[in-house]
């Protein structure tokens, strides 16, 4: 398993994760010797079925198990959303992500 | 023994819960707050402590016994839990800095029902970050320190709650375990340390690390006690759909008394394959053991588990794997902590590079590329199987032996600092618990001894699904057999 810093910055990208330079020289022989003993599994008994056992499947999650589909009392909305790091009271608030170009949603006071 | 607070739960609560008995909840509860407010310092087991929340409860509960009510099994006793599980109104932190000062608006499932039965929840004990970790070093608040060594670490990632019943700073804790987290810590304060069989404790509340293997659990200073909380946490709940009921006779909370006699107790061979590179001296002690446990009529069973021996490899696929899913919520929106960026792609970027400390950011990449294009079937795909192949040949494990007896860590507590440089040979420290994790098992750590340094050492017993009375019941028969079990004082602690 080859890893370089290329790699570790391609995956840090799929995680939504900033690294400096110093966090990906630490990274590279991290992940490498991780990965090199969890390479493993591969050669593992059982690695290669790809069935799962019905009894296991059952013992994972039971369907009857799942509440009644009935209307209850949801979480207080206005009180997680006060807590946000940003918000305007009724939404949370995001940087804008719709590009300079693209046309403005309709109703949107920009 | 004569405070109150050092009595086995069942008598603190029968005597609260007796009108005439002058101990009420609230004694009981500024008892335990005088001991952290004394220890803490020095033993950074609680992060957050909540004194006037802790008082009013008790008072309820001297108020319910005034006036008639049975405030339930475990009236007035002090319950510390790990700052992972939501309380409604205290902080979460989860060992993190990227909550900020986020507070729950609701109660997890099992802290909600350890309340109902009475108990009064006293603070939050400190974590490794997100329950990632084996030593509480990755917490982003610093160590806990082992009641038994300062200059060492109590374990983890449940490391605070351990210490803090290991100290004497409260007689109940709560924990999570996803691949040893209740069991290690437990091993490495010197008292008892359950993992439920996975679906018997709701999960709902529980700041999730890996899904499918996280369960929470009691610690205590005895098996009964332990089983006392045990007993009120358990059952089916509407908020966590893997939580169910279980039809293996006896649940536990009805303890069958019993000895060790004709019971066929399994050895794995594979289970001291690691001893070379990662130590022996909690193998060595468990071992050493076996003498009395065959004196007290049990049959020694060798069983053959090759697979055990590869269960860290699976773990480290598996676990980061849903751990790089289930954190992608923590992204500067909604919760806590939030970089300045001007676009929303660099806000999640900044905030979690900000937010999360070394070792959380190392398991989102592991978990990331496990589950990426080009990888996923050489990695997680297989592991899956892997996992699966596991819990089969643990199935047929115990059609020839009742329960497995094990160390519980390779090794005693070790230092500060002495395996924070290289993050394969911590991980390889959770030999001997995450298969439990793996294969859903019921699991329990016990005191065992100590080493020459006066360090203890634990030994865990595992048995088959949905045999947690089973567990339970032969912890009490080795608990009696080996008579070992003792927790520090606080006037012996730091």
Known sequence: ?110 | MSDPLDLPVAEQAARVRDAADPLTARALVDASLARIAAHNEALNAFLHVAPERARAAADRVDADVAAGRDPGPLAGVPLAVKDNLEVEGLPLTCGSRILGTWKPLRTATSVARAEAAGAVVVGKTNLDEFAMGSSTENSAFGPSRNPYDVERVPGGSSGGSAAAVAAGLVPLALGSDTGGSIRQPAAFCGIVGFKPTYGRVSRSGLVAFASSLDQVGPFARSVADARRLQAVLEGPDPLDATSRAFVTPGSAATPVPRGLEGLRIGRVAEMTTERRVVGTEGVDRVEGLRAQLDAAGATAVDVALPAIAEAIAIYYVIAPAEASSNLARFDGVRYGHRAEADSLERLYAKTRAEGFGAEVKRRILLGTFALSAGYADAFYKRARGAQVALGQAFAEAFERCDVLVSATTPTAAFRLGEKTGDPLAMYRSDVLTVAANLAGLPAVSIPAGFNEQGLPLGLQVQGPVGADALVFDVAEALERQLATCRYVAPEEAA
Do not use: K, W
Request: net charge negative.
């Open chain 1, 1 to 110: 398993m080859e890893v370089d810093e290329r790699l570790v910055r391609h995956v840090a990208g799929l995680a939504r994760l900033d690294l400096t330079d110093d966090e990906v020289s630490r990274l590279v022989p991290q992940m490498a010797s991780i990965l090199a003993y969890v390479e493993r599994v591969a050669a593992l008994p059982g690695a290669h079925e790809t069935e799962q056992p019905a009894d296991l499947d059952a013992q994972a999650i039971d369907l009857d198990a799942l509440r009644p589909d009935e209307p209850g009392t949801p979480l207080d909305l206005l009180g997680l959303i006060r807590q946000a790091p940003a918000g305007d009271g009724a939404f949370y608030v995001v940087p804008r992500f719709l590009g300079e170009d693209e046309a403005p949603l309709e109703g949107d006071p920009s």
